[in-house]
Nanobody, 123 residues
Framework: QVQLAESGGGSVQAGGSLRLSCAYTSSLRCMGWFRQAPGKGREAVARIYSPSGNSYYADSVKGRFTISQDNAKNTLYLQMNSLKPEDTAMYYC???????????????????WGQGTQVTVSS
């Protein structure tokens, strides 16, 4: 059973930066970050598919967020720069099963989830 544990959330002012971390017990091919704002559905923020090294971003975060992975440390990161109030949400780390051959944005495609870490951006 894969376990994921997020950390690094907090409160910042608009324009600030945060780095989220996700410690995992096993490295999987497709891992990603999702977020859910109050009253809204969960959405994909960034994903990384390790066999190709490709990463994918939501249009709303392109150029501001960077996903990376350090398998030596069993940690997935999300560097968030130029934060906006609309980035306020609970952020979740997620992973697909070991047989995954793609890294889609759909929430239902992911098998493992962390408990989430809150990010609050004030104007």
């Amino acid at each position: 059973q894969v376990q994921l544990a997020e950390s690094g959330g907090g409160s910042v002012q608009a324009g600030g930066s945060l780095r989220l971390s996700c410690a995992y017990t096993s490295s999987l091919r497709c891992m990603g970050w999702f977020r859910q704002a109050p009253g809204k559905g969960r959405e994909a923020v960034a994903r990384i598919y390790s066999p190709s090294g490709n990463s994918y971003y939501a249009d709303s975060v392109k150029g501001r967020f960077t996903i990376s992975q350090d398998n030596a440390k069993n940690t997935l990161y999300l560097q968030m720069n130029s934060l906006k109030p609309e980035d306020t949400a609970m952020y979740y780390c997620a992973a697909r099963g070991a047989s995954a051959t793609s890294c889609p944005s759909s929430v239902g495609a992911y098998d493992y989830w962390g408990q989430g870490t809150q990010v609050t951006v004030s104007s």
